[in-house]
């Protein structure tokens, strides 16, 4: 009996310190109605949302968690420690009213992260924006001469994003949904270990609507998403020449896009550096399936893209080194980008007609512009592979619409200031890939088709050196193009 007792209060202790324990480690659940935040979507609630951030932060950390219903508030300062829960049903409601939100860094945001360490949003809520009545509100006030900011297009260039961290740490975002930004969606600037998990992106109400950006981060890992913009879906950048984009991981992500799927630049001052894009779709997008850029005077190394699948895109594959905006002593550099297992579907029609902010027609005429790979002839591109290709172009080339024979390649500008799209030199001479100043450049198991017969040439290089071509081959209207009529190469 006295053996039984003694295991018994044995069991207990070893339970309560057990519990203990676990309790230390899961974070304290805070309901938002605790600190009087309504759920009606008409009370504002920042100085609620706020005090609250603070006050959980302050007892060492926790959950803020969101219940069925509409929060209406104005920019909000996630604290380290803090994780913002949103349960299936619950809204965080962006105010349209301009004077409701804070601006750092240049930058407008509903949710701020400034400087914080294990910060989360998380849960099957949504957070949701009115992009285009809270864009117009801003232009009427810049109008009006009440507000100072830039207008470009009759657009204000600092409008709210959802979403703005920056230079945080251990950052979670997973299972939200993110809709109709005013701007950006969401920025991650100078972050670390950053996760971003299963998120639902569906932001066309404005116009410069990227889906996501990640902006000179060391650590980014961004999976199990989809992105619906009205400019680049998934989009990294490097804002400081002093940083660099780094050490980043997109997979198993779908996007579409009335601009680019998924691209690196335009900003480039710093760089990218060990990039790995791999297992994502993209469909009906305007621009570019992948852009590879170097443009801003930072560097472009080691990048990889693995299992791409495109359809109805309007240009699979362009990779540009330029000269747009680099620091005193600098010049845009790229090496080392692996191109492998790719499809895509180039319609003979507009991409992404039909959606409601459509991709501007720019660069015309021309025909159908094919892949390219355009270094400078003061900095070539090196290393490019090319693997595992198979792209279907619709072909019909009209040689009346503008011409380029292969022997008038000094028609082709270099245009390095141009701000770098696939149509920026209007007519090629190639309607599968063009390369010009590469050294170094492999095709391996490339297949194109044209749907139509095209005047111009499957491959034509310009100034490469080292390229090697194996297993490659070209149909147009289901005949196969001889050798002596598949590359041009002039040296």
Not at 27 to 45: E, H
Not at 347 to 373: C, F, H, L, M, Q
Request: one cysteine or more; proline letters at 3%; charged letters at 20%.
């Amino acid at each position: 009996m006295k053996i039984r007792i003694i295991a018994t209060i044995l069991f207990i202790i070893g339970y309560n310190i057990l519990s203990t324990a676990q309790n230390q480690t899961l974070p304290r659940q805070y309901n938002a109605s605790l600190f009087g935040i309504k759920s009606d979507g008409v009370t504002m609630n920042t100085r609620s949302i706020q005090k609250a951030l603070d006050w959980i932060s302050e007892q060492g950390g926790g959950e803020l968690t969101f219940w069925v219903g509409r929060y209406l508030t104005g920019s909000v300062h996630l604290r380290s420690n803090v994780t913002i829960r949103l349960l299936e049903g619950a809204v965080l409601e962006g105010s349209a009213n301009p004077y409701d939100y804070d601006k750092i860094c240049g930058t407008y945001a509903l949710v701020i992260g400034e400087k914080c360490d294990h910060v989360a949003i998380v849960g099957k809520g949504n957070i949701i924006g009115h992009g285009r009545e809270l864009g117009n509100n801003f232009a009427q006030q810049v109008h009006a001469g009440i507000l100072k900011d830039a207008l470009k297009y009759d657009r204000v260039s600092s409008r709210p994003r959802l979403v703005y961290f920056r230079e945080c740490n251990h950052v979670e975002i997973q299972d939200i949904t993110l809709k109709d930004a005013a701007e950006w969606v969401q920025t991650y600037d100078q972050c670390t270990n950053v996760v971003v998990d299963h998120i639902f992106v569906e932001s066309c109400a404005y116009w410069n609507n990227d889906g996501i950006d990640i902006v000179d981060c060391n650590g980014f890992l961004l999976k199990n998403s989809y992105f619906n913009s009205s400019d680049d879906a998934i989009c990294l950048k490097s804002h400081s020449k002093d940083a660099l984009c780094q050490n980043v991981e997109i997979r198993n992500c779908t996007a579409r896009s009335s601009a680019n799927g998924i691209k690196l630049g335009t900003f480039g001052l710093g760089g990218f550096k060990n990039i790995r894009i791999i297992g994502n779709t993209v469909y009906n997008t305007y621009r570019s399936a992948i852009t590879i850029q170097s443009v801003d005077g930072g560097i472009c190394e080691d990048i990889l893209v693995d299992s791409l699948t495109a359809n109805n895109v309007g240009n699979p594959i362009y990779i540009v080194v330029g000269d747009r905006r680099r620091p005193a002593g600098k010049m845009s550099t790229m090496k080392n980008i692996t191109v492998r297992n790719v499809t895509c579907t180039v319609p003979a029609t507009k991409a992404d007609a039909g959606y409601e902010y459509e991709g501007p027609i720019e660069d015309n005429p021309r025909n159908i512009s094919p892949s390219s790979v355009v270094g400078l002839p003061e900095s070539h591109i090196e290393n490019v592979v090319l693997e595992n290709i198979m792209l279907n172009y619709p072909g019909g080339g009209d040689s009346m619409v503008a011409r380029v024979r292969p022997d008038e390649l000094d028609r082709v500008p270099e245009m390095p200031k141009a701000y770098p799209e696939f149509s920026q030199f209007k007519e090629l001479p190639a309607w599968g890939f063009f390369v010009r100043h590469v050294d170094g450049i492999t095709f391996k198991n490339v297949r194109l088709t044209a749907q139509k017969s095209d005047y111009r040439l499957p491959f034509v290089l310009d100034n490469v050196s080292s390229a090697s071509f194996e297993n490659v081959s070209a149909e147009m209207s289901g005949n196969t193009v001889s050798s002596e009529h598949l590359i041009f190469e002039r040296r």
